[in-house]
């Protein structure tokens, strides 16, 4: 369910791979997510027909090679989880894609279970008669 | 108001309209938004410089016809309407966009009516001096 | 900590650019964000690969020079501060990218301070043992 998009700058196919990768395995590893709920949007930035802006807020120095990692999941993990899921991130973005943790940043934005169609038009979370506030994960 | 992202790997112009036509009509039918309520961004993806990742979970089998259909809308409908819009979507990109129903993946986040603005800088929801809360649809 | 996605058609690097500075200028103004805290992906579509659908409602008129200004912050400022940042933001936007008020549109998404990471792997509005809530901005 997790539902992720990665941008970063000049990245070919095997970085932007080996970004989603990074992020999916800190997902499963941390929140419990199944191999096979991965919904990733990778997008590699020319820097003059698309591009990123930077800054070094609050106290963190980043460089071109910044990642930023937006991530879309329903409602329900804790600030430790949260927490223990952007450190993973950044620590395996390292050995996956070359990428220092300084670089990685990550945003998290909730919904709600009824809000997810993976596909056939049902809300496979939060079916019709059934607990309109599923289960997480 | 309903702002849509709607991905898809190695779509033409054409299927892109179709896709954005298919998810805007689903949103007047069932929602009862005006057609000229239109806000999207269409992006086909080369799959090297920019590309999606896609699982099978929860038991819906996807293949790279997969797309994702991400809409950002101010809260106020119930889950059978939220329902309705996944199964119109669902049911409209393959006539529209011969896109099955399976490969049909949508993921809404709420917001409120002060978080628009439709141009002139003003928030045309939540004007001030009037009712913030603004009225939905 | 905003994070920013701009979108337009057929724009250049020159005026992505100047976007980006509108859009910076007025969070740094209305809400009193940093100067060095600017996170922005700035996208142009060429019209066929990606591009954008826009419609003239509630009463604005929208040409193919319409912006997409969709940001993401955490929770915290009030109707009158948002009232005030997109109107900052379509004032601006005339000055630096020739891009008129009417065609500014502004959508927000908020999250809490425990939902960001600026890098190296650490939540720096809701560090473990502090104050999980944080404070704004």
């Not at 990245?11 to 991965?38: N, S």
């Not at 329900?76 to 050995?95: C, H, T």
């Not at 993976?118 to 079916?127: H, R, S, V």
């Given at each position: 369910m997790?539902?992720v998009?990665?941008?970063?700058?000049?990245?070919?196919?095997?970085?932007?791979?080996?970004?989603?990768?990074?992020?999916?395995d800190?997902?499963?590893e941390?929140?419990?997510?199944p191999?096979?709920?991965?919904?990733?949007v990778?997008?590699?930035?020319?820097?003059?027909t698309s591009?990123?802006?930077h800054?070094?807020?609050?106290g963190?120095?980043?460089?071109d090679g910044?990642v930023?990692?937006a991530?879309?999941?329903?409602a329900?993990?804790?600030?430790d989880q949260k927490?223990a899921?952007?450190?993973?991130i950044?620590?395996l973005?390292d050995p996956?894609?070359?990428?220092?943790?300084r670089?990685?940043?990550v945003?998290?934005?909730?919904?709600?279970?009824?809000?997810?169609s993976f596909?056939?038009?049902?809300?496979q979370y939060a079916p019709?008669?059934?607990?309109a506030?599923?289960a997480?994960?």
């Amino acid at each position: 369910m997790p539902f992720v998009r990665i941008d970063a700058l000049g990245a070919d196919g095997h970085r932007l791979d080996a970004l989603g990768r990074a992020v999916q395995d800190a997902l499963m590893e941390v929140l419990g997510i199944p191999p096979e709920d991965r919904f990733q949007v990778l997008t590699g930035h020319d820097g003059t027909t698309s591009t990123l802006r930077h800054g070094d807020c609050p106290g963190v120095h980043h460089d071109d090679g910044i990642v930023f990692v937006a991530i879309t999941m329903r409602a329900g993990r804790g600030p430790d989880q949260k927490r223990a899921l952007s450190r993973r991130i950044a620590e395996l973005a390292d050995p996956y894609a070359d990428t220092e943790p300084r670089n990685v940043f990550v945003s998290v934005t909730e919904n709600a279970s009824i809000d997810w169609s993976f596909g056939d038009g049902e809300a496979q979370y939060a079916p019709a008669g059934g607990d309109a506030a599923g289960a997480v994960p």
